[in-house]
């Protein structure tokens, strides 16, 4: 998960920059949906363990 974020960071960061400097809108990101939701499926698979084991 680490590895996602960092690797996305870098790339939105500068597209913030761009449009900060343009004046324009904020560009939306995916990282943080994605993010969101591998630590919502780690987070059910382990309590899925402790409830069954």
């Known amino acids: ?3 996602l974020l960092a690797a996305g960071s870098y790339p939105r960061w500068r597209a913030v920059q761009r449009a ?3 004046e324009r809108p ?3 990101s995916r990282v943080v949906t994605v993010l969101a939701v591998r630590v919502l ?3 059910m698979t382990a309590g899925i363990l402790v409830v069954v084991g």
């Open 1 to 3: 998960m680490a590895a």
């Open 20 to 22: 900060m400097r343009a």
């Open 26 to 28: 904020l560009p939306s």
């Open 41 to 43: 499926v780690v987070t």
